[in-house]
């Protein structure tokens, strides 16, 4: 599915909540290897869904991926092999945010 045909999709869904929107996106076109992790296990950077986790084994795909608020040369590396896919309607994950 290209971009075009993506947004083509949503405007016909005519979706109002965000977070409902993020995850039909992650529905149609895959979850975005831009990730959040806690404790072992790994989120989905754009609809926030548990994709995998590295308590009882080793996540397969952690080599690839960016973690939300590494700021590490691996990160930056991963991040500029991604598509339109990954960084579609997912925060930068590069940006710190600033302190109340």
Same mark, same amino acid.
């Not at 005519?14 to 995850?23: H, M, V």
């Not at 009882?56 to 700021?71: F, R």
């Given at each position: #599915?290209?971009?075009? +045909?993506?947004l083509a999709?949503l &405007?016909i869904?005519?979706?109002?909540d965000i +977070? %409902?929107?993020? /995850?039909? !996106? =992650? /529905?149609l076109i895959?979850?975005? #290897?831009i %990730?959040?992790? @806690?404790?072992?296990?790994?989120? =989905?950077?754009? =609809?926030?869904? %548990? ?6 084994s080793v996540?397969? %795909?952690a080599p690839e991926? !960016? *973690? *939300?608020?590494?700021? @590490?040369d691996? =990160?930056r590396k991963?991040?500029?092999? #991604?598509?339109?896919?990954? &960084?579609f #309607? !997912?925060?930068?994950?590069?940006? !710190?945010e +600033?302190e109340?």
């Amino acid at each position: #599915m290209t971009k075009k +045909e993506l947004l083509a999709k949503l &405007k016909i869904l005519d979706l109002k909540d965000i +977070e %409902q929107k993020k /995850s039909v !996106v =992650c /529905s149609l076109i895959g979850h975005s #290897m831009i %990730q959040s992790t @806690c404790f072992g296990y790994f989120y =989905c950077g754009r =609809c926030g869904n %548990q994709v995998g986790d590295s308590l009882g084994s080793v996540y397969s %795909q952690a080599p690839e991926t !960016v *973690i *939300i608020g590494h700021n @590490c040369d691996v =990160c930056r590396k991963n991040y500029k092999k #991604m598509t339109w896919r990954d &960084k579609f #309607m !997912v925060v930068d994950p590069f940006k !710190v945010e +600033e302190e109340k």
